[in-house]
Structures are given as structure tokens and as C-alpha cells.
Nanobody
């Protein structure tokens, strides 16, 4: 059983910062991809940022404001979110793909940015 546990969400004013964390625990092989997605009410779930051992990728809407990083020894991925905007309000989900191509989702953490 593999679990992804996110933390760090909350309420912040526009222009503020938050740091999300996601820890993968349980029986999980080496992790290939770690990523963050988000889903606003009434919208589809979209990729925010993605990191592998070779590269990082960001959605255009967050480039220059968000930074994804990972600690392989701790099976943890982070998302540093700066200069937050009301349109960043969403539930943020952690997503992991291991080297067997098995995929896992976290339960989500709410981020609310007030204007």
C-alpha cells in the first residue's frame, strides 16, 4: 500500500507565498516522476509542475512564480508558490509515477488566495 500525504495548503492573500509538501510512504519502488496538479471548482485537473531526475516542467500560468523540487532520500516533493494570485485557488494534488510505471495520487490540499 502506497500513500501520498500532502501538507502546506491554506488561505493566503494575493502576493503571498505557500510551500506544499508531499511525502510518499509505504511499499514504493524508485520514483521516476513527481508532480503537482490542481483542480479549481468546475474545471479539469491540470498539471502545475513536474520533475524527474533530468528535467523540470511548469505550466505557463505558474512559470517564474512556482518552483518544484524533490528530496529522493525522503520520497518527498515540494512546491514553493510565490506571488500567489486569486486564480491559483484550487485543490492541489500530488502525483507520483514509479519506475514500474505505477501511478499514485494524493488526497489533495486546498489552496485559497484572497484578493
Amino acid at each position: 500500500q502506497v500513500q501520498l500525504v500532502e501538507s502546506g495548503g491554506g488561505l493566503v492573500r494575493a502576493g503571498g507565498s505557500l510551500r506544499l509538501s508531499c511525502v510518499a510512504s509505504g511499499y514504493i519502488r524508485s520514483i521516476n516522476v513527481m508532480a503537482w496538479y490542481r483542480q479549481a471548482p468546475g474545471k479539469q485537473r491540470d498539471l502545475v509542475a513536474r520533475i524527474t531526475s533530468a528535467s523540470t516542467n511548469y505550466a505557463d500560468a505558474v512559470k517564474g512564480r512556482f518552483t518544484i523540487s524533490r528530496d529522493n532520500a525522503k520520497n518527498t516533493v515540494y512546491l514553493q508558490m510565490n506571488s500567489l494570485k486569486p486564480e491559483d485557488t484550487a485543490v492541489y494534488y500530488c502525483y507520483v509515477v514509479d519506475t514500474r510505471e505505477y501511478t499514485y495520487w494524493g488526497q489533495g490540499t486546498q489552496v485559497t488566495v484572497s484578493s
